[in-house]
Structure formats: structure tokens, C-alpha cells
């Protein structure tokens, strides 16, 4: 008597395995692209909690926090630092209403963001405070955390808080372990300059420095020795910034990113009143455009 026939052939095994792997082909890119899209909106919805605390800040202290690439004393203490300062402190334990956002730490004999100490004067300076941001909105890092060899920047800055955007890279990490972003680059619009001038950087009636961050940019990549961030090259092409462009004012690319474009021909600025922030994105790599995974994230339209 005959049996009936059970179970799968090889062929027929390889047949419906080829079929998965068909399907899975064509699930992947779309899955990844999810991801991606995800930790943009991440990105976008912590630039609009920094956006609440940037509005109170300047409620509070009648002006935003300023941007520029030194402190009142001429020590280097470049603009997202100084923001970082503003949305957390210093020291990531909030921000000290008596200071002057300087490297230094305040001017005078009392620190405002001094190291643990068991002592009153230490709690009392803590509830002095205030916490701009909610802790789940905050990744705090610092130049010794993000970055193999900052040098003579980090001389009096190295252990300064900097706020972190959501894209978390494994060689980054904070003196806990925590995984850690990219530095959350900040610049200040001066309201009493008119000018976005593209062509000209170092026009001084550009209502944005670009330098504000420049001591920051120049330290480069940290995983790629040899890369520069393409935010510090230039780029005298028409269309989107090129990274690692060999010629052009440097600080070209800045401007163009940053350019409304729904103002042209005239050449005005995004946010021309308030602030610009800018996220690295999912690449490490400050002004580069492109897919999810690679372009920056912006507080304006991009």
C-alpha cells in the first residue's frame, strides 16, 4: 500500500527559503528608513523642548543666551556651551541665574559651578539653580568625552557640559558609560545686522557669526582623524553644501545651509530674530545634506 506524501522536498525547501529572503530584501530598506525617520522626529521633538526652554530663558533674562566664540574675559568658550550652560549648567545640575556665561566659571571668589563638596554653602548654591530642561530631555557630554585630543580649547573647558542631539554612537561616551551624541551646535542672531551676505563670511553686518562655533568644528571628527566636518569648508557651488569643497571663503558653507530659501533672491537668514540649532544627524558630521541617515537636523525649515 502506498504512503501518502509528507513534508517538503529540498526543492520545495530552497524554493519558499528563496521567497523569505525575496521578501526580506524588499522589507529592510523600508524598515531601516522607519528607524531613520524615527530618530529625526526624536531629534526635531528635543529641538522643540529646547525651544520652550529658550523662550522662558529669554522671559526670564530679557535676551537669549549669547552664542559667540568667547567668553567677556576673551577665553574661548564657543556658543554651544554656553547654551548648554543656559539649558543645564555647567556641570549639568542647572543653570546658576548669577552667571555671565564664562569659561571661568563666574568672576570672583565664589564658583558657581563648583565640584562636589559636602558643605552648606555647596546646597545653598544648588538651590539657587534652575533646571531648564527635564532630565529625559537632557544628554549631557564634554569635550574629554567627545573628543581624543581637544588641546589648548579644552584647557579651561574640558569638563564643561555640552548638550548632545539623540544620535548615540558607540564611541562616544560620558564618564558613566552612557552612549552619546554629537555637541548641539548653537548661534545667536544679532538683531542689529541686516545682512546674510553667502559670498562674504566675514562681512560684519552678517546677522550670523558662523565662527561661533569654529573652535569646536576644528577639532574634527573623532572616529575619522583625517576628516574635517564639512560645516568648516567652504563651497562656491550653486546648489547644497559639499563637503570637503577645496576652495571658496571658508564658512561659505554655513551661510548657504542656513539660507532661506523661500526669501531668494534676497539672501536673509532662517530665524533671523532668534537662534539656530543644528544637530549633526545620524552621520557625526555637521553640514552634510541628503538622506535620514546622513543630514543634519535643523530648527528651521530644511
Known amino acids: 500500500m502506498a504512503h501518502a506524501k509528507t513534508g517538503f522536498t529540498i526543492i520545495e525547501l530552497l524554493t519558499i527559503m528563496s521567497i523569505i529572503v525575496i521578501i526580506i530584501s524588499f522589507l529592510l530598506p523600508a524598515v531601516n528608513m522607519i528607524n531613520w525617520y524615527a530618530k529625526y522626529t526624536t531629534q526635531r ?13 529669554e522671559i526670564d533674562y530679557g535676551e537669549y543666551p549669547d552664542s559667540s566664540a568667547a567668553d ?8 554651544a ?19 555671565k556665561l564664562t569659561a571661568y566659571d563666574g568672576a570672583g571668589p ?22 531648564c530642561m527635564e532630565a529625559k530631555d537632557v544628554q549631557l557630554g564634554s569635550l574629554a568625552n567627545l573628543y581624543a585630543n ?21 564611541e562616544l561616551r ?14 545667536k542672531a544679532d538683531t542689529s545686522k541686516l545682512l546674510h551676505d553667502v559670498n562674504d563670511p566675514t562681512n560684519p553686518d552678517n546677522i550670523y ?9 576644528k577639532l574634527g571628527v573623532r572616529w575619522d582623524i583625517s576628516a574635517i566636518h564639512p560645516l568648516y569648508q567652504p563651497n562656491t557651488g550653486p546648489g547644497p553644501p559639499t563637503p570637503y569643497a577645496p576652495t571658496g571663503p571658508l564658512g561659505q558653507t554655513f551661510y548657504k545651509m542656513t539660507r532661506d530659501k523661500s ?24 553640514g552634510t545634506g541628503g538622506t535620514l541617515r546622513t543630514k543634519d537636523v535643523v530648527n528651521f525649515s530644511d
Open 45 to 57: 521633538n528635543q529641538f522643540r523642548n529646547i525651544d520652550t526652554c529658550l523662550q522662558a530663558f
Open 72 to 79: 567677556i574675559t576673551g577665553e574661548q568658550y564657543c556658543g
Open 81 to 99: 556651551m554656553k547654551f548648554a550652560e543656559a539649558m543645564a549648567g555647567q556641570d549639568g545640575l542647572g543653570f546658576n541665574p548669577d552667571s
Open 110 to 131: 565664589t564658583k558657581l559651578y563648583p565640584p562636589f563638596t559636602n558643605t552648606p554653602g555647596y546646597y545653598e548654591n544648588l538651590k539657587k539653580r534652575k533646571e
Open 150 to 170: 581637544p588641546g589648548t580649547f579644552a584647557t579651561n573647558t574640558a569638563g564643561v557640559a555640552l548638550l548632545c542631539d539623540v544620535y548615540k554612537r558607540g
Open 174 to 187: 560620558n564618564s558613566r558609560g552612557t552612549k552619546l551624541g554629537m555637541p548641539i551646535l548653537y548661534y
Open 209 to 217: 557669526n558662523y565662527l561661533d562655533n569654529e573652535e569646536l568644528l
Open 263 to 286: 526669501a531668494l533672491p534676497i539672501q536673509r537668514p532662517y530665524n533671523k530674530n532668534s537662534y539656530i540649532l543644528i544637530s549633526a544627524g545620524g552621520d557625526g558630521l555637521y
